[in-house]
């Protein structure tokens, strides 16, 4: 009689080994099936870099991350949209805006700015390099910018081509980080 006990308990103990095992192979599988669905259907269709939705008279700062920027022949582009209405908001007056871009000047990187897909009209009025009270340079780069009405939503977009030439390909410029904000100032238009 003890043996047959015995194996009775190896039996049970065997059975809930192999449920415990299933169990949790299939917690194993179905989470796997679940993340990978989940991240199957994400993606979005946003094909700007920076967004400024303007409101009232203001100036709206962003900062613009230029990674692993090589020297090459072809300009990088950012693409930057501004608008005068957002999903819930338009502006109540109508405003002009200005576009000012300002960098370090650890690369020499050349900037111009382009309105929607026309590359023949560079928009940058003016470059000044000034210094801070801690003596680091900035180059301030000044852009036409443009007007909004109050009626109806209006956006804009624009191309900032980033060039890094070919000619810098040393190894004295690797790895060194360029900072770049881009600032939207807005005031109320006067007609």
Do not use: C, W
Request: hydrophobic letters at 35%; a negative charge; zero cysteines.
């Amino acid at each position: 009689m003890g043996r047959a006990r015995r194996r009775e308990k190896a039996r049970a103990l065997y059975k809930k080994i192999a449920f415990f095992i299933i169990s949790i192979l299939l917690i194993i599988t179905t989470i796997r099936f679940t993340l990978s669905r989940y991240r199957s259907r994400g993606h979005s269709d946003a094909n700007v870099d920076l967004a400024f939705y303007l409101f009232k008279e203001e100036s709206i700062s962003q900062e613009l991350k230029l990674e692993s920027i090589l020297p090459r022949e072809l300009p990088y582009v950012y693409d930057l949209y501004v608008a005068n209405h957002d999903d819930t908001d338009r502006t109540e007056t109508s405003i002009q805006y200005t576009i000012q871009i300002m960098t370090t000047t650890n690369l020499p990187l050349n900037f111009s700015v382009y309105k929607d897909d026309n590359t023949e009209e560079d928009l940058v009025t003016g470059i000044e390099t000034r210094t801070d009270t801690d003596g680091t340079y900035y180059k301030f780069i000044d852009v036409q910018g443009g007007s909004f009405g109050f009626r109806n939503d209006e956006e804009a977009t624009y191309k900032l081509h980033v060039t890094f030439p070919k000619i810098y390909n040393q190894s004295e410029y690797e790895g060194i980080v360029e900072y770049v904000k881009i600032t939207i100032k807005s005031n109320q238009k006067l007609e």
